[in-house]
């Protein structure tokens, strides 16, 4: 499974890291995604990392948003820099043992259950 955590409030132009902590499953193995989700609409992918260490970015958070591994912890982080109040939303971790990573949410095989961002202007 896995599992987030770091969420919170924060004003707009801060900074939050998010975790996403993996128990049961070697995460290197693994592609991860990051999605989020504001109520009333759509699910988006933000981010994806292929286990070999390829990464996509959604053109609204790159170059603000980056994400890395710590193996040794079987976790993966989202660092999100210049957060806008249109970051605001729940943000899911996602994985599933792939070589590649998709943006899509019904392509992983184990979810998180969500960490809530708030950004405030």
């Known amino acids: 499974q896995v599992l987030e955590s770091g969420g919170g409030l924060v004003q707009a132009g801060g900074s939050l890291r998010l975790s996403c902590e993996a128990s049961?499953?070697?995460?290197?193995?693994?592609?991860v995604g990051w999605f989020r989700q504001v109520p009333g609409k759509e699910r988006e992918g933000i981010v994806c990392s292929s286990s070999s260490g390829t990464k996509y970015y959604l053109d609204s958070v790159k170059a603000r948003f980056t994400v890395s591994r710590d193996n040794a912890k079987n976790t993966l982080y989202l660092n999100m820099n210049s957060l806008k109040p249109e970051d605001t939303a729940m943000y899911y971790c996602a994985a599933t043992l792939a070589s590649y990573c998709s943006g899509s949410w019904s392509f992983y095989g184990y979810y998180g259950q969500g960490t809530q961002v708030t950004v405030s202007s």
């Open positions: 049961g499953l070697d995460l290197d193995r693994y592609a």
